[in-house]
């Protein structure tokens, strides 16, 4: 990797409506695997969902703006003394976090996160590839495959789907090209390819959350350049994360109390890509409250000593309560299947 930094501040490259519209291409099919997320009580049916490796994300990189035009890098924190069942069995192990900030010459930057459990053997791989991803999506790149609705399918003996899916017509890059987006997308602008037009930040049961409901993250590069809009989608936070954590977040990334007080444009973006983390949080933290009766919820909370929702006033916190209790859910969901 170049050690020169690109500026993200320096002008657009030519033809930028077209690259980034080859951002958004779908990557070629041989490149695409699926990866099994859910099982049924028996182990003999598995829901799937498609992914690809980081190096189709970073030869696509590669291709449109040569290995000096973009970069990316990583932030890694660990969060220890989390108690987890594995093989039927509590072990007390951490977490490590990644966050991983893509780079492109003339477009900005992004940043997205990865986590994954300490002790898995491939752990800090598997949240450096699921940091790095994320981040290229919120430049289009592999977007669409958080168009695919998840479908159950026959496994072997060793959980790995018998046959895989057929991708659809529109996940094909030549048909790309043409104009063929997903059911939901039809008839949508394209956007100019920034990925604007896109609805969901989450890959189904990649553990990223529900991103759309907080501008999924997928907003246009240059978009930002606006201060007033820049404004005006964190002030809309507050209601979504609570005044709290709103009022946290200002201070340490913005150091502020208000947004139009954050005099640098590159700080309000991180403010906001920030906020937008941690709705997702808050998403996933949802999904856990409507599944489960509230008595249920505040005794998971009480095991963690946690706060209430309303009550988180830190990312760490946030993260801690959203770990924790994803871990102390999961064994309930399997025992109701």
């Not at 659809?168 to 100019?192: C, H, I, L, T, V």
């Not at 909370?301 to 770990?323: C, S």
Request: net charge positive; with cysteine.
């Amino acid at each position: 990797m170049p050690n020169e930094v690109p500026d993200p501040n320096a002008g657009p490259a030519p033809d930028l409506a077209r690259i980034l519209a080859e951002l958004e291409v779908p990557f070629p099919p041989q490149l695409v695997q699926w990866r099994v997320t859910n099982t049924s009580h028996d182990k003999r049916r598995g829901q799937v969902v498609p992914y690809a490796d980081p190096r189709a994300y970073t030869d696509r990189l590669n291709a449109l703006f040569t290995p000096q035009g973009w970069t990316r890098n990583y932030a890694v924190e660990t969060m220890s003394n989390i108690t987890r069942s594995k093989k039927g069995e509590s072990i007390i192990t951490g977490k490590v976090l990644v966050t991983c900030t893509v780079v492109i010459n003339g477009l900005g930057c992004h940043s997205g996160t990865g986590e994954e459990w300490a002790d898995d053997d491939n752990g800090m791989t598997s949240a450096d590839a699921q940091a790095f991803k994320r981040a290229c999506s919120c430049f289009g790149l592999g977007r669409y495959l958080y168009h695919f609705v998840a479908p159950w399918v026959d496994l072997d003996q060793n959980r790995q789907p018998v046959k895989t899916p057929a991708l659809p017509a529109w996940a094909f890059p030549e048909n790309w090209r043409k104009g063929m987006r997903p059911a939901a997308n039809n008839g949508a602008s394209s956007g100019g390819g920034n990925g604007s037009n896109h609805n969901s930040d989450a890959q189904p049961g990649n553990g990223n959350g529900r991103g759309a409901k907080a501008n999924g993250n997928g907003h246009a590069p240059h978009s930002d350049n606006g201060n007033g809009d820049l404004d005006a989608r964190i002030v809309a936070m507050e209601k979504i994360v609570g005044p709290g954590l709103y009022r946290s977040i200002l201070r340490e990334h913005g150091r502020a109390n208000q947004p139009k007080l954050i005099r640098d444009a590159t700080a309000k973006r991180r403010v906001l890509q920030v906020l937008e983390s941690a709705s997702r949080g808050f998403d996933r933290l949802n999904e856990i409250r409507q599944r489960f009766d509230p008595k249920t919820v505040e005794g998971m909370l009480a095991k963690l000593q946690a706060p209430r929702f309303e009550e988180i006033a830190d990312m760490k916190t946030l993260q801690a309560v959203v770990f924790g209790l994803e871990e102390l859910a999961a064994p309930i969901r399997r025992s109701a299947n």
